[in-house]
């Protein structure tokens, strides 16, 4: 402790000094953020004492002890011909084409490369400032794109061979999936929270019984009424592809539950803001579209991306009617004579790649969040 | 009771002669309107003619607000007339989009729209209501912005702005509808005593340019500038109807003198 006189100085004179050493850069942070109370001290052991004991091991899982070189399974068993505690990466290696895209033909692979690349030029389009002509870019988006790979992936036209899809899978048939469900639930999830709020009766009675409905089941019994039970109903001879049939569940139940988070944005924006759009002269759709729907949304991204990320999950279900996304070819890889019990390295891996999805969803929404901040 | 805050040597004297038309703009004959049960307004009779200025005042809860809120259509009634400048309030949602493009409106909280900056607030309605190009927009939001005196806010947003200046940024977006009458609902209730004046001085010189407005604020001193008219309402009647000086010096109706008794003492 410093034994200084306090300096006094003439009104209007005080310097401006340095603050005191121990309250600012890493010995200030340390000191209030770690061990400013006896709990947080104690906690801020346990932290460290849970890092040390959960890190090295994963790590270890993951990388040190993991075996990365490899053609056949041999390499990753050890010498009693048992499997090694870590991971295998060449499970991975070996079955790489499947587990991206499924049984998809070789020689039509190409297709779906071109979308890839498609897709990634568009959005890098649409996010660099630089680049002129967004709304072009964003009608390609998604008016064109669309048609685009549904011509692309199906064949059967335009001299493209015709790739049936039950041929689809991995992680191509799971983003199909995914982006489907994402793009096509918001619109309709919007539409319903508008109609589950409107004053005309009907109308709201008919929303909210969809809501409930799609809300009040799993999604497994979803997939399985619409893979299953959903041709029975079905006149004699008419059939619609198993993939259709899983992608109007997967996002008419997804837009039941973006219908109630745009609801809670629709309720936290003032009745001033819709008096002051009316006031002057703008009609119900311009209202919205200019003045609620912007703010409405902006408030609920969080509970979007939640309600995203959930779905992104979700599409694992279709493995119950037959059709293999990423997660199913995993499963199904790890049931080949050669690789059986090499499931672990597997999951290991769906994890790794579904959370490298999942959290490039979470930092993108939270640099949209910034993007609108206007400070109210 | 909130007395007037700012009295009426402090105000800016309107300079120019302020004539009243013949053209009638507002016709309200005989109106009622209940919530649900609780009879709110009870048989209002107001004419307004073309460039008349009027104050309505009374206690909370005598439906002043109401009132004016039923011009714009942003309350209905369930009885009687109310004619616009020549358009007859209804059930018709053209009409009242005719009389809203009209009738512009100023809020005792603004409602300004947070997530767009000063200008776009101001040009929104012009470009898609009445479909006037940007350009064109933007130069008549510039030349209201400078009249309010705020034309260097244009690409700051409310959130950053003072109350004084959300209000006259909320003045000046009605006028760039070009309205023919303005309706003030308690615009300066919610502002600091410094930031009423420079609102109030807007005001009056928007009245001095011939705008009809009606009003409805307790700031008397205001009244006394600039009104034709001061309508005192009570429980959802209007009591008196006077111009301002018989009405401040010789109220007639004993809830009148009761109410001036308690907004006047200071």
Same mark, same amino acid.
């Given at each position: ?32 953020? $770690?061990?400013s ?105 998604l ?31 799971? $983003? ?27 109308v709201?009675?008919?929303?909210? /019984? ?7 089941v ?26 259709v ?21 629709l309720?936290?924006?003032?009745k ?8 002057? /002269? ?6 919205? @579209?200019f ?9 609920v ?21 037959g059709?293999?996304?990423? $997660?199913?070819?995993v ?9 059986? /019990? ?17 959290? /490039?969803?979470?930092q @993108? ?7 609108l901040?206007?400070?109210? | 009771?909130s007395e007037?805050?700012v ?5 800016k ?33 107001l004419?307004?003619n073309?460039?008349? #200025? ?45 009389? #809203? #493009?009209e ?6 909280h603004?409602?300004?729209f947070?997530?767009l ?32 005196k ?41 502002l ?14 928007l ?25 005192f309402?009570?429980g ?5 109807e006077?111009?301002?000086?018989q009405?401040?010096?010789?109220p ?14 200071h």
């Amino acid at each position: 402790m410093m034994n200084t006189q306090a300096q006094t100085y003439e009104p209007g004179t005080h310097p401006d000094l340095a603050p005191p050493p121990s309250t600012v850069g890493v010995q200030g942070w340390v000191r209030s953020n $770690l061990i400013s109370s006896p709990v947080n001290t104690a906690l801020t052991v346990f932290a460290i004492y849970l890092v040390y004991s959960l890190v090295p091991p994963v790590l270890n899982y993951f990388i040190f002890d993991a075996v990365w070189a490899g053609d056949t399974s041999d390499v990753c068993r050890n010498e009693q011909g048992g499997i090694i505690g870590a991971a295998c990466w060449p499970f991975v290696s070996v079955w790489f084409k499947q587990l991206m895209y499924g049984r998809y033909p070789d020689a039509e692979l190409w297709r779906i490369n071109l979308t890839y690349v498609l897709f990634a030029a568009s959005i890098l389009a649409l996010a660099l400032p630089q680049i002129p002509g967004k709304k072009w870019t964003a009608i390609f988006v998604l008016a064109i794109f669309p048609v685009l790979c549904f011509f692309l992936y199906a064949g059967g036209s335009f001299g493209l061979v015709e790739v049936e899809t039950s041929e689809w899978g991995g992680l191509f048939l799971t $983003l199909v999936i995914a982006i489907t469900g994402i793009v096509a639930s918001l619109p309709i999830g919007i539409v319903l929270a508008l109609g589950r709020r409107s004053n005309m009766p009907v109308v709201r009675a008919l929303c909210v /019984g969809f809501i409930e409905l799609w809300r009040g089941v799993p999604l497994i019994t979803v997939l399985f009424m619409s893979s299953v039970m959903f041709p029975l109903f079905m006149p004699e001879g008419v059939t619609f592809d198993k993939l259709v049939r899983a992608l109007v569940g997967v996002t008419l139940f997804s837009a039941a539950y973006m219908a109630e988070v745009v609801r809670g944005g629709l309720q936290a924006i003032p009745k001033g803001q819709y008096e002051g759009a009316q006031a002057l /002269g703008l009609n119900f759709p311009k209202m919205m @579209y200019f003045i609620v729907m912007p703010q409405a949304l902006k408030l609920v991204i969080p509970g979007i991306v939640n309600t995203f990320i959930g779905l992104f999950k979700d599409t694992t279900l279709v493995s119950i009617i037959g059709l293999f996304d990423f $997660l199913g070819m995993v499963q199904l890889a790890s049931t080949n004579p050669d690789w059986l /019990g090499f499931v672990n390295t597997g999951y290991a891996f769906a994890a790794l790649v579904f959370w490298i999805f999942c959290f /490039g969803m979470s930092q @993108y929404s939270q640099f949209i969040e910034r993007k609108l901040h206007t400070g109210h | 009771m909130s007395e007037s805050n700012v009295s009426e040597d402090d105000l800016k004297h309107p300079t120019k002669e302020m004539t009243v038309g013949d053209e009638v703009m507002i016709e309200i004959n005989q109106m009622h309107k209940w919530y649900g049960d609780f009879h709110v307004l009870k048989d209002i009779n107001l004419t307004v003619n073309h460039g008349e #200025r009027i104050v309505v005042c009374g206690p909370s809860g005598s439906g002043k607000s109401t009132m004016i809120r039923c011009i714009n259509r942003l309350e209905e009634h369930q009885k009687g007339r109310i004619v616009v400048d020549g358009i007859e309030l209804s059930n018709d949602l053209k009409k009242i989009d005719e009389i #809203r #493009r009209e009738v512009g409106m100023v809020f005792q909280h603004f409602n300004l729209f947070p997530h767009l900056s000063i200008l776009e607030n101001l040009v929104l309605a012009p470009m898609w209501v009445r479909q006037i190009p940007r350009e064109e927009a933007e130069a008549t939001a510039m030349k209201y912005l400078e009249r309010v005196k705020i034309p260097e806010q244009a690409l700051k947003y409310p959130g950053q702005l003072s109350g004084g200046q959300q209000q006259r940024v909320a003045i000046a977006r009605s006028l760039c509808m070009s309205p023919k009458i303005m309706l003030f609902d308690e615009p300066t209730s919610a502002l600091d005593p410094e930031m009423i004046k420079e609102v109030l001085d807007t005001m009056i010189q928007l009245a001095e340019e011939g705008m009809t407005m009606i009003c409805v604020t307790h700031e008397m001193g205001f009244a006394k500038t600039v009104a034709n008219r001061v309508i005192f309402m009570d429980g959802g009647e209007i009591i008196e109807e006077n111009e301002p000086h018989q009405f401040f010096d010789n109220p007639q109706h004993e809830r009148t003198q009761l109410f001036l008794s308690q907004i006047l003492a200071h």
